[in-house]
C-alpha cells in the first residue's frame, strides 16, 4: 500500500492557501497541514485600504476563507494562532506552538512549502512605538485603522508606494486632512517620473498635500503627533500610517540553513525548490527569476504568489509534467480618484542604473475612439531592446482603459514580441471601447519609426538658445497655454510649409506640440526640406509637471 504523502504548509493568504487548495486537487488522499501564525488564514490582503475607506461594505468578503470552510472543501487541517518554531531538515519535521496554550510539537513532513510573506517596515526611529502610528498587513491592522480614523482629523501616510497611494485616496473619502510624504522625489517610485506627474497633480486637486524628497526621521508630541522629517520640516496628524516597503519573514528558513538572497529572500529554481530539495517556497518571501532578464528579483504581489504556490504543489506530485516558472514581470496597477497608472516589465531607471542598453518612446491618445463621447487622454511609454526590437517595459497613465493596456503588453513581453509584432497587433475596435489604431499600436509605430531614423525623439525641451524650438500648436491654443520656459516660434503644421523661410537650415531644431502627432508630421516635413530635427516624445502634456506655472489643463 501506498504510503498516505504528508504536506506541511507555513503561511496561507496567497501562496500557502493555493498551495494547499491545488495539492488537494492534487491528491484525495495526502495529509495536508496548514500552519498560520495569524487567527485569518485566507484573506484578500489588496481589499484591506477600501474596507477602511469605506468602499468595500462588508468585512467578511475580505475573508476567503476559513479554517472551517477550508476544511469543509478541502479536507485541510487548518491550524491558526499557530506559529512555526523550527525546522528539523535532517528529520523532516517542523516544531510549531500554539500561540493560544503555549504548547510546542513536531510535524513530520515529507515535504514542507514556506509562505511566510513579508513584512511592513517599521524602522528604528525615535517614537515609532507610538501606538498612533499604524502599518497595514492583515485584518487586525485594517480594524485598528479604521477604528483610529473614526476620530483622526489629520492623517499622515508616509511612503508614497502603491500601498501608501490607495490609503491617502481612501483617507480623502473619509473626509480627512492628508498629508503624504514620499522620501524620493516622485509619487510611484518605480515608475519613471514623467509617468507619475498626472496622478500627482490628480492628488493635489483632491487637496492631498505632497511633500516630495523628504524622508522621515523621528516621531513625538502630545495630544497631537509630530513627524519630523529630515529637512527638519514637521507635519502634525492624528493618525500616521507607514507604507514605506516590506522585508521578507523568513527568519525561520534562515535559521534552518536555506540559501538566502542578498536582501533575506529564500533562493527557489524554477519549480519553487529552496536548497533542500524538499523544502519549497513561495509569495513575497522568495527571490525568483526576472522574466525579462533572468536576474534574481524579489516580487511582492499577489499575482504572482498565488501562481508560485500552484506550482510549488504541481511539482511535489506531478514533478514530469510541471514547467518551471517563467518568472516575474513586476506588473502591477494604482487607482487615485480617477486616475490609474502602472508598470509591467522594467523602467526606464532601471535600465538605465543596470547599464543595459533600451530605447524607449512615449505617445499620447485617448483610451477610445475620441468622436465617442468620453474619450479620456491616456499616457503610454515602451521600453525595447535596440538590437532586437524585443520589448523590455511598458508603463502607462490615465484616466480609463489603463488596465486593458498594461496587460496586452505585459502578455507581448512573456511571448517575446517586439515593436515590429506590437506594430501588427489585431485588437479588438468599436468606438466605446478602443481606436482603429490603439494607443498601443501607435506606441509601437512610433517606436518603429524612431528605430528607422524616420524620427528622433527627446524627452526635454532643451534650453539651449542654439536650438530652435517650433510649436506646432494652433495659434489659439499656444496663446491660452504658452511654453514660458523655453524660447519657441509658433508655427502652425497647417502653416509650416508656407513659412519654412522663417527657420535657419543651419540651426537643429526641435518639434513640440500638445500631444506628439502633429510634432512628428511636422518633423517629417523638416527633415525632407533639409533640417535636422527633433521631436517631443508624447508631447508637452507627456511632459507637464504640476508644480510647473506652465502647466496644461487636464482634458
Not at 437 to 456: Q, S, W, Y
Amino acid at each position: 500500500m501506498t504510503k498516505t504523502k504528508r504536506i506541511v504548509i507555513v503561511g496561507g493568504v496567497a501562496a500557502g492557501a493555493s498551495a494547499a487548495a491545488r495539492a488537494r486537487r492534487l491528491s484525495e488522499h495526502a495529509e495536508i497541514i496548514l500552519i498560520e501564525r495569524g487567527p485569518d488564514v485566507s484573506f484578500a490582503n489588496c481589499g484591506l485600504p477600501y474596507f477602511i475607506g469605506g468602499e468595500i461594505k462588508n468585512r467578511e468578503a475580505l475573508a476567503v476563507q476559513t479554517p472551517q470552510t477550508l476544511k469543509a472543501m478541502l479536507a485541510l487541517d487548518v491550524r491558526t494562532n499557530t506559529e512555526a518554531v523550527a525546522i528539523d531538515r535532517a528529520g523532516k519535521r517542523l516544531q510549531v506552538r500554539s500561540l493560544a496554550s503555549g504548547a510546542e510539537e513536531w510535524l513530520a513532513y515529507d515535504q514542507l512549502v514556506l509562505a511566510p510573506g513579508a513584512m511592513p517596515m517599521r524602522p528604528p526611529l525615535p517614537g515609532i512605538d507610538d501606538p498612533r502610528i499604524f502599518t497595514l498587513r492583515s485584518l487586525q491592522d485594517m480594524d485598528r485603522i479604521k477604528a483610529a480614523a473614526a476620530t483622526a482629523q489629520r492623517v499622515a501616510v508616509i511612503g508614497a508606494g502603491f500601498i501608501g497611494l490607495e490609503m491617502a485616496e481612501q483617507f480623502v473619502h473619509l473626509g480627512k486632512q492628508v498629508t503624504l510624504v514620499e522620501m524620493l522625489d516622485q509619487i510611484l517610485p518605480p515608475l519613471d517620473h514623467p509617468m507619475t506627474l498626472l496622478m500627482e497633480d490628480e492628488l493635489r486637486r483632491h487637496k492631498v498635500e505632497l511633500i516630495l524628497g523628504d524622508g522621515i526621521e523621528s516621531f513625538s508630541g502630545e495630544p497631537a503627533l509630530t513627524c519630523r522629517l529630515k529637512s527638519g520640516r514637521t507635519v502634525s496628524a492624528d493618525l500616521v500610517v507607514l507604507s514605506i516597503g516590506v522585508r521578507p519573514d523568513t527568519a525561520l528558513a534562515k535559521a534552518a540553513g536555506l540559501e538566502l538572497g542578498p536582501r533575506g529572500h529564500i533562493r527557489v529554481n524554477g519549480f519553487m525548490e529552496t536548497s533542500d530539495p524538499d523544502i519549497y517556497a513561495a509569495g513575497d518571501a522568495v527571490e525568483v527569476k526576472d522574466f525579462v532578464t533572468g536576474d534574481p528579483v524579489a516580487v511582492p504581489l499577489g499575482g504572482p504568489a498565488n501562481r508560485q504556490g500552484r506550482l510549488a504543489a504541481d511539482h511535489i506530485f506531478r514533478p514530469e509534467q510541471t514547467k518551471p516558472y517563467t518568472g516575474a514581470l513586476g506588473t502591477a496597477i494604482v487607482r487615485v480618484f480617477d486616475v490609474a497608472a502602472g508598470l509591467t516589465g522594467w523602467s526606464e531607471k532601471r535600465l538605465r542604473a543596470a547599464n543595459r542598453p533600451y530605447r524607449t518612446v512615449t505617445v499620447n491618445d485617448n483610451h477610445h475612439a475620441g468622436y465617442y463621447p468620453g474619450a479620456k487622454p491616456m499616457l503610454l511609454k515602451l521600453l525595447w531592446e535596440p538590437a532586437t526590437g524585443r520589448l523590455l517595459g511598458a508603463q502607462a497613465t490615465g484616466f480609463l482603459g489603463v488596465d486593458k493596456r498594461l496587460d496586452v503588453l505585459a502578455t507581448a513581453i512573456t511571448g517575446g514580441l517586439t515593436i515590429d509584432d506590437l506594430a501588427q497587433l489585431e485588437l479588438s475596435y468599436a468606438p466605446p471601447f478602443g481606436s482603429a489604431k490603439d494607443i498601443v499600436n501607435l506606441a509601437a509605430f512610433t517606436a518603429c519609426n524612431a528605430r528607422d531614423g524616420l524620427v528622433t525623439p527627446v524627452d526635454a525641451i532643451p534650453d539651449d538658445p542654439s536650438v530652435q524650438v517650433v510649436d506646432t500648436r494652433p495659434a489659439p491654443l499656444v496663446q491660452a497655454h504658452p511654453l514660458t520656459q523655453v524660447l519657441s516660434v509658433n508655427i502652425p503644421l497647417t502653416a509650416l510649409r508656407q513659412r519654412l523661410g522663417e527657420l535657419d537650415r543651419n540651426r537643429p531644431v526641435v518639434t513640440v506640440c500638445a500631444f506628439g502627432k502633429t510634432a512628428y508630421f511636422a518633423a517629417r516635413i523638416l527633415v525632407q526640406n533639409g533640417f535636422t530635427v527633433s521631436t517631443l516624445t508624447g508631447g508637452i502634456r507627456a511632459h507637464f509637471d504640476p508644480r510647473s506655472p506652465a502647466k496644461l489643463p487636464t482634458p
